[in-house]
């Protein structure tokens, strides 16, 4: 039953890859779709998904929480990591961080969806709205020459330009005033969201760069294992700590199981760092993450 629910969702990557090889419908159509999803179909299904999500329920607080505490334990692994083991370059350990801390929300939503149907939607949008900020600060920190308030300025930027994380954030407060969307809104905001997850997945297909998979192959192997495997695995540890249960648990081993956001190499290539390897790396984690997203899910039991 679970490779019947995630199988569909994969052969839309490959469609998209199949489409963008071959030039059609157009080859700069794939940036614009791209464009459209980032900029207003999905942050339209935030809204909706957020607006109607019951932040009330102390499991969803609860399941916020255990959202940060994963993703702040894995990214003080990492510094720890490269501090003592591994120093490397901000270049070069950008996308390592990433490779670990970042996740692919289209493909998080879409799983999301197909194992649990819309009423999942409500708890995965809490799931990025804690996340997705935390994770982009996180991301430009690992990439950055320069610290602290230095580098709080990007930071900043980074976040007011998301439009996913503004997005978050009326979806919250229309949760918070209880008032949902008016004239029509709900249902208008619905039908745009709609066509976010398939048209996303698309342009995930669409941005995969088999030829980046020739070069690093031992980080390659290394950052995905951790990223595919190591990370559900201490998910679902920090869920049981945690007294997690249902769709809650089944939200954060899911959007610790996904592969890496193509939009961390659009960060990666604007901050200087080696975009070659983060390409490598989306390519790498959406490829194998066919077969590891269910075998996960299977093995932790939430599938």
């Known amino acids: 039953m679970l490779i019947l629910t995630i199988w569909p969702l994969f052969a839309l990557i490959c469609l998209g890859f199949l489409l963008a090889r071959r030039g059609w419908p157009d080859p700069g159509f794939w940036p614009a779709a791209e464009k459209l999803n980032y900029f207003l179909l999905f942050p339209a299904l935030l809204v909706s998904s957020l607006a109607n999500a019951p932040l ?40 390592a961080f990433q490779g670990v801390v970042r996740f692919n929300t289209y493909i998080g939503l879409a799983v999301t969806a197909g194992l649990t149907g819309t009423t999942g939607l409500g708890q995965a949008a809490v799931y990025l709205a804690v996340a997705v900020p935390f994770v982009n600060v996180l991301s430009i920190m690992a990439l950055s020459k320069s610290t602290g308030l230095r580098a709080a300025p990007a930071m900043a930027r980074s976040i007011l330009a998301n439009p996913l994380i503004l997005a978050c954030i009326v979806g919250i407060l229309l949760a918070m005033l209880g008032t949902g969307l008016p004239y029509g809104l709900d249902r208008f905001l619905d039908l745009m969201g709609r066509a976010s997850l398939p048209l996303g997945l698309l342009c995930v297909g669409a941005a995969l760069r088999p030829g980046a998979l020739r070069q690093d192959l031992t980080q390659l192997v290394s950052i995905s294992a951790v990223r595919l495997i190591a990370m559900p695995l201490f998910a679902a540890l920090i869920a049981r700590v945690m007294g997690l249960q249902g769709t809650e648990a089944l939200v954060l081993v899911t959007f610790s199981a996904i592969p890496v956001a193509p939009t961390a190499y659009v960060l990666t290539r604007q901050l200087g760092g080696d975009a070659t390897l983060m390409a490598g790396l989306v390519t790498a984690q959406t490829l194998a993450a066919v077969a590891t997203i269910p075998l996960m899910l299977r093995l932790l039991g939430m599938g």
């Open 56 to 95: 009330s329920d102390p499991a969803i607080l609860q399941m916020g929480g255990a959202a940060l505490v994963t993703i702040a334990l894995a990214a003080l692994a990492m510094w720890g990591i490269r501090r003592t083991f591994l120093p490397a370059t901000p270049a070069r350990f950008g996308p």
